[in-house]
């Protein structure tokens, strides 16, 4: 049996980048982004006005000189004109470009305006060069300021939005069909008979992997082995990268999943793995087709299973083959100190649901969660996270750092 860092080698040994498109800016935010976005001028690409006020030659301020005659004024959006003498003033407003001849802005707060005069208010500081923002201050034009495998959020959009990026080369989003297993399982408008349940997998699993950048579609299939087959035959040959599995893939009468992916041309990588709960996981691969994850049904061991083996290969698909970021480094565990002491005999890797906080000294504390075994759907409401705790020892004592994977 595998232990959860072999199947995770296997898992992302068959990530491969996805194709780019080209895509609009107003729909790009989320996507990965696969070219360099480079500044196209200085940024700011003048000397900037950084506050409301007036600006004035430093050296005839240094020099004593605390009134000045406002020549005129300088708004933002308008072409620069210059200070016309060293012992007058420009008023200017913040964004505008900073007059020639001017090197210092002195804030509204620090003066007494009146006949368009000017009297300063406070001494002049050490240096010119205060409420500037300098061109160039924060890029030159022909900086990289955005790179391959960046995921494009708010920040990033208003950077590419400044470069004038209307349209720009992202990959394309991982399309993943979700499929729910079982005859006890009806939809969530349906009243439930006595020995039925709501699905509700498919849709814990649709939001962890919209949130990872993926396109879902939902589909569910019955026990019957016949609808099984073309079931499955149909949702293999649509076009999708990955298909994800809740279900029937253990060694019950009615876990047909292992042996007719097989039959359908679905390579077995492996299948069970060292770990708890999730210890029935399958992973395949078709050789002209999608990716196969057969996920334990139940709740706990779907979920987790999901975040610890799916959702790091839909994030490794989505790095350019150019990007410096690893799969390793895209999803990685982080330490946590573990709360309090907890036995655990099975040698198992063994995944615990947490609540992580941070205490005074930064530390990230893992506090376990009540649940009630991998049924037990409510015991993940809280969760922040899961500890990856090793099959030996069986007591992990408080106080101790383990790896905790983010949920």
């Not at 160039?136 to 708010?154: E, K």
Request: glycine share 8%; charged share 15%; net charge negative.
């Amino acid at each position: 049996m595998l232990s959860p860092a072999e199947a995770t080698v296997r898992v992302l040994a068959t990530a491969r980048p996805l194709p780019t498109e080209t895509v609009a800016l107003p729909h790009a935010a989320g996507r990965i982004l696969a070219e360099t976005l480079t500044a196209d001028r200085d940024f700011p690409p003048f000397n900037r006005v950084a506050m409301d006020g007036i600006a004035v030659s430093f050296a005839a301020w240094a020099g004593g000189q605390t009134e000045f005659d406002i020549a005129h004024t300088q708004y933002a959006g308008e072409p620069a004109r210059p200070l016309p003498s060293p012992q007058q003033a420009v008023e200017v407003m913040t964004g505008a470009v900073l007059p020639a001849g001017a090197d210092i802005v002195i804030r509204y707060e620090d003066l007494l305006l009146h006949d368009n005069r000017a009297r300063i208010q406070i001494p002049p500081p050490a240096a010119a060069g205060v409420n500037i923002h300098h061109q160039a201050a924060d890029r030159h034009a022909g900086d990289a300021l955005l790179r391959p495998g960046t995921r494009l959020g708010p920040a990033e959009l208003a950077v590419a939005a400044t470069v004038g990026a209307a349209e720009m080369a992202v990959l394309r989003a991982p399309v993943v069909a979700v499929v729910s297993t079982g005859d006890e399982l009806v939809g969530i408008g349906a009243t439930p008979l006595a020995h039925q349940i709501r699905r509700s997998n498919v849709y814990a699993l649709q939001a962890l992997f919209a949130q990872a950048g993926a396109d879902i579609s939902l589909f569910h299939l019955s026990d019957n082995v016949e609808e099984l087959r073309v079931g499955l035959t149909n949702i293999l040959a649509a076009g999708f990268d990955a298909v994800v599995l809740s279900g029937a893939v253990s060694k019950g009468r009615a876990d047909h999943l292992p042996g007719l992916l097989r039959e359908l041309h679905v390579e077995e990588i492996f299948h069970e793995v060292q770990q708890r709960p999730g210890k029935p996981l399958w992973f395949g691969a078709r050789a002209d087709g999608p990716v196969v994850f057969g996920l334990p049904g139940n709740p706990v061991s779907t979920f987790i299973t999901a975040c610890r083996y799916v959702r790091p290969w839909l994030r490794a698909v989505q790095q350019p083959a150019s990007a410096s970021e690893t799969a390793a480094s895209i999803e990685a565990p982080q330490p946590a100190v573990l709360t309090v002491d907890i036995t655990f005999k099975p040698q198992l890797t063994h995944f615990v649901p947490v609540r992580m906080t941070v205490d005074a000294e930064g530390r990230r504390l893992a506090t376990p969660l009540r649940v009630g075994g991998s049924g037990d759907m409510m015991g993940l409401v809280g969760a922040t996270a899961f500890l990856e705790l090793p099959p030996e020892p069986a007591v992990f004592a408080a106080r101790t750092v383990w790896p905790a994977w983010g949920l």
